[in-house]
Nanobody, 129 residues
Framework: EVQLVESGGGVVQAGGSLRLSCVSS????????IGWFRQAPGKAREGISS????????FYADSVMGRFTISSDGAKNTVYLQMSSLKPEDTGVYSC??????????????????????WGQGTQVTVAS
């Protein structure tokens, strides 16, 4: 089955950097999109970045654009999120998720939300001020 495992979280001072990893298995990497999400206490989960395993196209939320960089290594079935210039508001549980690209295309065609249906356990990122 599809599995995703995040790592790399920790405590960092404002302005610092962290690199998160999402190691996946159980699917053909090039046929899926992988996304990063975060959730702060008392707040809704926020999609912050995603990458296509097929063509490598990327997406960034405005809140992280210019500071975070997503990348992938298909040979390792791994997606990375390099986070720089971290702010206290970046604090939260960071999770990766996967969805078949075919489902992304279907969601686009039907004007529905992308069904991110495979999730990792999450890793805590704390940015101290």
């Amino acid at each position: 089955e599809v599995q995703l495992v995040e790592s790399g979280g920790g405590v960092v001072q404002a302005g610092g950097s962290l690199r998160l990893s999402c190691v996946s298995s159980g699917f053909t990497f090039k046929d899926y999109a992988i996304g990063w999400f975060r959730q702060a206490p008392g707040k809704a989960r926020e999609g912050i970045s995603s990458i296509s395993g097929g063509d490598g196209s990327t997406f960034y939320a405005d809140s992280v654009m210019g500071r975070f960089t997503i990348s992938s290594d298909g040979a390792k079935n791994t997606v990375y999120l390099q986070m720089s210039s971290l702010k206290p508001e970046d604090t939260g549980v960071y999770s990766c998720a996967a969805v078949p690209e075919a489902n992304v295309r279907f969601a686009k065609q039907t004007r529905t939300r992308v069904p991110w249906d495979h999730w990792g356990q999450g890793t805590q990122v704390t940015v101290a001020s």
